[in-house]
């Protein structure tokens, strides 16, 4: 099954789950991971389940980066606030690198991240 993950800042939350509420039939058909908040705003405001890891300042981003690099994601969403600094940036910028490293695909905006879901969809039907 296709297994994507979902991350978001906080002052990205309200996009995430406005994307996640557009693509909700699509994601329902995938196994989806998240970090703590994000996991359980998902939960909370759809009818989504998400496995849901740390918050992503208490390690959530290396679960999940630990999961990429052993090739159980297929796709990161990770909305960003490029506004805000965050204090474990050391975190994220690991999981953007394990992501390159291993060739999945990542979006950190809104409109990369519809291209993502599109395209895995796309990737589904031709299977």
Excluded: N, W
């Amino acid at each position: 099954m296709t297994r994507v993950a979902l991350i978001a800042h906080d002052d990205e939350k309200p996009e995430m789950i406005d994307l996640v509420r557009t693509y909700e039939s699509l994601l329902s058909e995938f196994d989806l991971v998240g970090t703590g908040t994000t996991g359980q705003r998902i939960s909370d405001e759809t009818d989504l389940e998400i496995e849901r890891k740390q918050s992503g300042p208490l390690g959530g981003d290396m679960q999940i980066g630990a999961e990429v690099a052993q090739d159980e994601i297929d796709a990161v969403v990770f909305l960003r606030d490029p506004h805000t600094a965050q204090p474990h940036e050391p975190d994220i910028t690991a999981l953007l690198r394990i992501c390159d490293v291993h060739d999945v695909p990542l979006a950190t905006t809104r409109t990369s991240a519809e291209y993502i879901l599109d395209g895995v969809a796309a990737d589904r039907a031709d299977d």
